[in-house]
């Protein structure tokens, strides 16, 4: 089904990340251990239950979403980036993998790094709460989405990118406060009616609230829907992330067509 080179440039990207586990999956473990500590177990003893869950259980998610694709990003664009910085990219441009095949092994391998670090958070938080995963299928098919979704925009940050501060600024600048701001920490319920409209123009809103619907049976817009949409506004979410996740890795295909940033 996948040409040799194809997994040649997939395996090389996964060991790229596999073999230096203390600068890839040990920060989002440290870091997460202090989130639950001190938002789930200090903050959360102070705070009533949102929508009938335990406040740590309800940050579960949005606290996953927010690692996921914050390492799918930072590793593809981190990998078009150095290989652009060393030139070495050049080697796989000569290669007779197509354009699709190169950009499909850079999202693929990048989605797995965020995959395995989303699953790193979830076993964090499963030691200082009990977790449960009510769509399982749902679940995995949004995670592969949403990785997907942000090792694409991360080609393109590469592609862009004129030093490695650029990759810092479009990874703790943009993508961590749009998290943020994502209803990770907060229910939609809780914001007055205009702002509930405002935060559905982020995308973030999206995703966050598809991985707390597969973790948890549970979806803010479902409560902020009009009625005639309750009942699929997971499934138009995951709709509309499965498109946005198509159209920008066909941004990647076209991009690597017309060699933008790659031969600088």
Not at 9 to 15: G, H, I
Not at 156 to 177: E, S
Request: proline share 4%; no cysteine.
């Amino acid at each position: 089904m996948f040409s040799i080179g194809f997994r040649a440039l997939f395996r090389r990207e996964v060991l790229r990340f596999v073999r230096r586990p203390k600068n890839t999956f040990m920060p989002p473990a440290i870091t997460n251990v202090l989130y639950f500590a001190v938002f789930g177990v200090i903050l959360g003893n102070r705070i009533n239950e949102i929508a009938g869950f335990d406040y740590i259980v309800f940050i579960v998610p949005g606290l996953i979403v927010l690692g996921a694709i914050s390492n799918a990003f930072e590793n593809a664009s981190f990998s078009i980036f150095h290989g652009r910085w060393n030139e070495y990219i050049h080697e796989t441009l000569t290669s007779p993998l197509s354009y699709g095949e190169m950009v499909l092994a850079y999202v693929g391998a990048s989605a797995v790094r965020g995959i395995i670090v989303g699953l790193i958070i979830a076993a964090v938080g499963r030691a200082f709460t009990a977790i449960s995963i009510e769509h399982p299928l749902y679940l995995l098919v949004t995670l592969v989405v949403i990785t997907a979704l942000f090792a694409g925009f991360g080609i393109i940050g590469g592609l862009v990118a004129r030093d490695f501060d650029d990759l810092t600024v479009m990874n703790q600048f943009i993508i961590r406060p749009l998290v943020f701001f994502g209803a990770v920490f907060y229910s939609l319920e809780t914001l007055p009616g205009i702002w509930q409209q405002v935060s559905l123009l982020n995308p973030m809103v999206l995703m966050v609230d598809s991985v707390r619907y597969g973790f948890l049976g549970y979806s803010d817009l479902v409560q902020v829907a009009p009625a005639s949409y309750e009942g699929i506004m997971p499934l138009v979410s995951l709709a509309v992330l499965t498109v946005l996740t198509v159209v920008v890795v066909g941004i990647d295909v076209y991009l690597f067509k017309t060699g933008y940033g790659l031969t600088d």
